[in-house]
Structures are given as C-alpha cells and as structure tokens.
C-alpha cells in the first residue's frame, strides 16, 4: 500500500471508541503499509496520562504482547497529552506538541483530528484548533466527526455552522460507519457495473425497494442516549438514508467523491417531504414489551418507566422524480428484533403477462423476480428468478443465483473504521455523509417527528424476537405488497 503521511490527534482518545475500533483500524493500516514511519498520534482526553500508560492501554486495546516486535514499533508512534476540550489555554500545550512531532517524524504539517467526543464539543474543539494555530501547518488539516450530527436540522445547522468557521466543507468527514461497509459499497458496482441491473433500475420494472436493518439486541448500555434519540434518529436519519439515496441517485459523471454526492443530493432533494397526514399514513413507531427471558424497553435500566421513545421504525418513502415515480421505497430498522441483519430487497414487477398459469395449466403463479443485497452479516447476492420444474409436465418454480463472499476473504475484508482511517488519509470523502446529504435527511426526519411529537403512541406494541409491530406489516400490506422478508 502507499505510505500515508499525517499527526493524528484524538480527542476522547481513552473513550470507548478510540480503544475498541479506532487504534485497532490504525494497526490494521500499519500492518498493510499505509501507515508506516511517517505517522504520530496524541491521544487526548481529561485522564492523567503518561506516554508510557498510554502506550499500554493502546497494547491492551490491541490485544498484543510486548514480545510482538511489529505491534510495539506501532505503538511507538503514541503519544499523550491530558487535555480539557474547554480550556482555550492549553490549545498551545497540544499545538507545541503537534510541532514537535511534526518535526520528529517528518509528517509534513499533515494533521487529522479525530473529535471522539459528544458532539457538544465538536464546534468548541474546532473553534479553538484554528483560533490556537493548530491548524496553520503548511500540511492538510481534516477534521472527523462521530454521530449523532444534530438531533433536527435546526441544531445539525447550528452545529455545522460553528464547524464552517474553522474548516471548509471538504476538510470535514462525517462519519457513517455504514458507508464503510464492504457491501454498501457494492450497491455501486451491481448497479452500475451491469447492464442487466441499471436498464431495469427504474419504475417500469421495479415494484417496490425495501431496506432492513434489523438489530437483535435491546438498548444495551446506550439506553440513556437511545432514550433521547429514537430509532428515527439513530438509524433513518442517517444510515438509511444514506443506503436509500444510493439506490436511488442516478449514474455519476465519474466515481468521484464530488459527483457521487451530487447525485445522492439530487435523489434526496426529489425525496418527498410528508405533510402532517402523509406523515402519519406512510410511517409507524414501535416500543418493544417484555419476552420470554427479556424485559420491556421500559424496565431497562436508565429508561424511564413511562418513555415513548421508539425502538422501531417502518415507513415508505417516495421519490417524484422520473426514475421512481409511483415505486415506493419501504424501509424498517428496530431493536429486538428477530435476528441480526441488514438487507435490501428489491421486487421487481410481475411479467405483464403470466402464460403458464392459465387454468388449463394448473400452474402456480410466477412469483416476481427479487435482487436481495445482503449486507451483513453475510455478505453477498440473490437473484431470484423463475424456471422450470425438472421433468414431463410444465410447471414453473423460483430459483436463486446466489454469490456470497467466501469466509477467507471477509476476514480481509477492511473494518468500516479501517477503510475510513484509510479514506481520510487520502482526502476521499465518498463515504462520508456531506453536509448536503445531512441537512435533506433531516428535512424529511424533522417532519415525521413533529407529527410523532404530537401524538401519543400505544406502547409497548411489539414483542422481542419479531420483526416489529402489525402496523409494520400493515403499512405494506395496504399497499396490497408484502414484506419479502418475513417470519
Ligand atoms: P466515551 O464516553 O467512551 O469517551 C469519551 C471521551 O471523551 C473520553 O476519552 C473522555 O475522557 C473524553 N472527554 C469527555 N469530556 C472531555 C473534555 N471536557 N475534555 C477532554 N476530553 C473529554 O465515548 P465513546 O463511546 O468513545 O464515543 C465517542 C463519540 O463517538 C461520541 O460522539 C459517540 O456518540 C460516538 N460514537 C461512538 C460509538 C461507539 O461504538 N462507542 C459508535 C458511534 C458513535
């Protein structure tokens, strides 16, 4: 791989995040060669930290000993500072620091600060970075930001104005891990890698296109997070959006970070904005109660006994443009769930005309053709297509063409947060939400919200272990469809 050259400066560097994705991502580079003898890191937070205690929570985080010549080289490279995001002052202190590195491992003023953070800090750190000098190194300066970026567009607004007063909009990568993910990324290549797929990849063939992201797991320790945010907010405004917009966006000019995000923005600006009754037609909430060996949402710990915050959401949404007009997008994602998966299923319509099943026949109906991209756990495809039965007689049976990644080569295949890590490195913003992308999901997020916020829901009103509330299933089925998923 080509070396990378650059400082990286953690922010909430002995956070949850940092130990567990963020410096095993960076080690995954190390040992592939993209970092090498050019790269530095200070790690920052409020814990007192020597270098030396950093380091050996880094190894620890890493799972290796000190015997492991190559890991400890790696580790060489950490350094610590105990720094307050809110003391404009001691700016100077990591400043100094980063220089000095700068100097120690010829990084060319290239910096990376990694803001781990709540995303109350984000506009603080951003603001001080610059006012302190941090950021006037003759290298590049980007700046990665975690979610939740906002909870309405009102504060991702405010939010991102504070950062556009230190960095330009192609300095800041947003991160969303499902952009990171392998598959995802293939939703670009099936498309527009094969005529067979994008001549098809429209309302004359497609009846509906339905995106899963099922969890199996309750609030875990995120409750009082998750209690504040909402399924809508935590997994619709950003993930699905992002998944949804990339099925939808037309080709391109090139596969390039800019023209790829023109095309997202273009599919999200023509993504129709709910009214008030729309909005409560064509989305339904959910709460999951009590099961066999699991408690409510409402009895987890942290969760107040009375809370409406929802742990599931199914919707469908509609895109008035050319391309989709009149083929709904539907879209689900909850806690609790049956298993654990993210999938997208696309149905494609029946042939006009079914000769096989005329009554002289005593044929089943054809069943419609299905693309389903299944994105994880297991990587891969499914084409579902109709053949014939083997032997006398004319019946007609579904098959499936099937390709999925093969056990070897998902265990190359990159961490979100290694790809990323990588991404930033080389200045490529494909896989990032851009402020563009955000503020049209919020727009559309904001709306459901509202009329959420108005009217107290019926909850709990699904059991763990299904795929959701009847509303969920009714949704779909008064559109005279089906979830193709199902139990
Ligand atoms: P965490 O609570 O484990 O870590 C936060 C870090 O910030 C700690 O190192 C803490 O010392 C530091 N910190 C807090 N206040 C500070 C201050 N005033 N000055 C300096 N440092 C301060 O959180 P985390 O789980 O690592 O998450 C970090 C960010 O990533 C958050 O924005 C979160 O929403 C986001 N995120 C985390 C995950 C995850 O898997 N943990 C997933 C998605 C997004």
Same mark, same amino acid.
């Given at each position: 791989?080509?070396?990378?050259?650059?400082?990286?400066?953690?922010?909430?560097?002995?956070?949850?995040?940092?130990?567990?994705?963020?410096?095993?991502?960076?080690?995954?580079?190390?040992?592939?060669?993209?970092?090498?003898?050019?790269?530095?890191?200070?790690?920052?937070?409020?814990?007192?930290?020597?270098?030396?205690?950093?380091?050996?929570?880094?190894?620890?985080?890493?799972?290796?000993?000190?015997?492991?010549?190559?890991?400890?080289?790696?580790?060489?490279?950490?350094?610590?500072?105990?720094?307050?995001?809110?003391?404009?002052?001691?700016?100077?202190?990591?400043?100094?620091?980063?220089?000095?590195?700068?100097?120690?491992?010829?990084?060319?003023?290239?910096?990376?600060?990694?803001?781990?953070?709540?995303?109350?800090?984000?506009?603080?750190?951003?603001?001080?970075?610059?006012?302190?000098?941090?950021?006037?190194?003759?290298?590049?300066?980007?700046?990665?930001?975690?979610?939740?970026?906002?909870?309405?567009?009102?504060?991702?607004?405010?939010?991102?104005?504070?950062?556009?007063?230190?960095?330009?909009?192609?300095?800041?990568?947003?991160?969303?891990?499902?952009?990171?993910?392998?598959?995802?990324?293939?939703?670009?290549?099936?498309?527009?890698?094969?005529?067979?797929?994008?001549?098809?990849?429209?309302?004359?063939?497609?009846?509906?296109?339905?995106?899963?992201?099922?969890?199996?797991?309750?609030?875990?320790?995120?409750?009082?997070?998750?209690?504040?945010?909402?399924?809508?907010?935590?997994?619709?405004?950003?993930?699905?959006?992002?998944?949804?917009?990339?099925?939808?966006?037309?080709?391109?000019?090139?596969?390039?970070?800019?023209?790829?995000?023109?095309?997202?923005?273009?599919?999200?600006?023509?993504?129709?904005?709910?009214?008030?009754?729309?909005?409560?037609?064509?989305?339904?909430?959910?709460?999951?109660?009590?099961?066999?060996?699991?408690?409510?949402?409402?009895?987890?710990?942290?969760?107040?006994? $009375? =809370?409406?915050?929802?742990?599931?959401?199914?919707?469908? *949404? @509609?895109? /008035?443009?050319?391309?989709?007009? !009149? &083929?709904? #997008?539907?879209?689900?994602?909850?806690?609790?769930?049956?298993?654990?998966?993210?999938?997208?299923?696309?149905?494609?319509?029946?042939?006009?005309?079914?000769?096989?099943?005329?009554?002289?026949?005593?044929?089943?109906?054809?069943?419609?053709?299905?693309?389903?991209?299944?994105?994880?756990?297991?990587?891969?495809?499914?084409?579902?297509?109709?053949?014939?039965?083997?032997?006398?007689?004319?019946?007609?049976?579904?098959?499936?063409?099937?390709?999925?990644?093969?056990?070897? $080569? =998902?265990?190359?295949?990159?961490?979100?947060?290694?790809? *990323? @890590?990588? /991404?930033?490195?080389?200045?490529? !913003? &494909?896989? #990032?939400?851009?402020?563009?992308?955000?503020?049209?999901?919020?727009?559309?997020?904001?709306?459901?919200?509202?009329?959420?916020?108005?009217?107290?829901?019926?909850?709990?009103?699904?059991?763990?272990?299904?795929?959701?509330?009847?509303?969920?299933?009714?949704?779909?089925?008064?559109?005279?469809?089906?979830?193709?998923?199902?139990?």
């Amino acid at each position: 791989a080509t070396e990378r050259t650059s400082l990286f400066i953690f922010f909430g560097g002995t956070g949850d995040l940092a130990y567990r994705k963020l410096y095993p991502s960076m080690f995954n580079l190390y040992k592939k060669g993209t970092l090498r003898e050019h790269f530095a890191v200070i790690g920052t937070s409020r814990n007192k930290l020597t270098d030396q205690g950093f380091q050996d929570e880094v190894r620890k985080s890493l799972g290796t000993a000190k015997s492991d010549k190559e890991a400890e080289k790696f580790i060489s490279h950490f350094f610590y500072e105990a720094h307050d995001v809110t003391d404009k002052e001691h700016y100077s202190v990591l400043r100094d620091r980063a220089d000095e590195l700068d100097k120690q491992f010829k990084l060319q003023g290239n910096r990376i600060f990694y803001l781990s953070l709540a995303p109350s800090f984000f506009g603080t750190v951003a603001g001080y970075l610059k006012e302190t000098g941090l950021t006037d190194s003759k290298g590049t300066d980007r700046l990665i930001i975690e979610k939740p970026f906002g909870r309405d567009f009102d504060s991702a607004k405010q939010l991102n104005d504070a950062l556009s007063k230190s960095f330009e909009e192609n300095q800041i990568f947003r991160i969303d891990h499902y952009l990171g993910k392998e598959m995802i990324q293939n939703i670009e290549a099936v498309r527009f890698g094969n005529t067979l797929v994008e001549s098809l990849w429209n309302n004359r063939y497609i009846d509906n296109i339905q995106v899963t992201l099922s969890e199996k797991l309750g609030v875990e320790e995120r409750a009082s997070y998750y209690d504040n945010s909402g399924a809508l907010r935590d997994m619709v405004q950003n993930h699905i959006m992002q998944i949804v917009s990339l099925l939808a966006m037309e080709q391109p000019v090139s596969f390039t970070d800019v023209d790829i995000r023109a095309e997202k923005v273009k599919a999200l600006r023509s993504l129709r904005v709910y009214n008030v009754a729309d909005a409560s037609t064509n989305f339904v909430r959910g709460q999951y109660g009590a099961g066999d060996s699991q408690r409510a949402y409402r009895d987890e710990d942290n969760v107040p006994h $009375d =809370s409406t915050n929802e742990t599931f959401v199914a919707g469908k *949404l @509609l895109f /008035d443009n050319y391309r989709w007009s !009149g &083929t709904p #997008f539907y879209i689900r994602t909850g806690k609790m769930l049956a298993d654990k998966f993210t999938r997208v299923d696309v149905v494609f319509k029946k042939p006009l005309i079914d000769i096989f099943s005329f009554p002289q026949n005593h044929n089943a109906p054809l069943e419609a053709n299905v693309l389903t991209m299944f994105i994880e756990p297991k990587a891969g495809f499914s084409l579902r297509l109709n053949a014939k039965t083997n032997g006398q007689g004319f019946q007609t049976m579904p098959i499936n063409l099937d390709y999925f990644v093969d056990d070897k $080569d =998902s265990k190359d295949t990159p961490e979100p947060y290694e790809r *990323l @890590l990588h /991404d930033t490195l080389k200045g490529d !913003g &494909t896989n #990032f939400a851009s402020w563009s992308e955000v503020s049209y999901a919020w727009r559309f997020v904001d709306q459901i919200r509202k009329v959420w916020d108005l009217q107290q829901p019926e909850f709990p009103n699904y059991t763990p272990g299904s795929m959701g509330p009847a509303a969920a299933d009714e949704l779909i089925q008064r559109d005279h469809r089906q979830w193709f998923y199902r139990l």
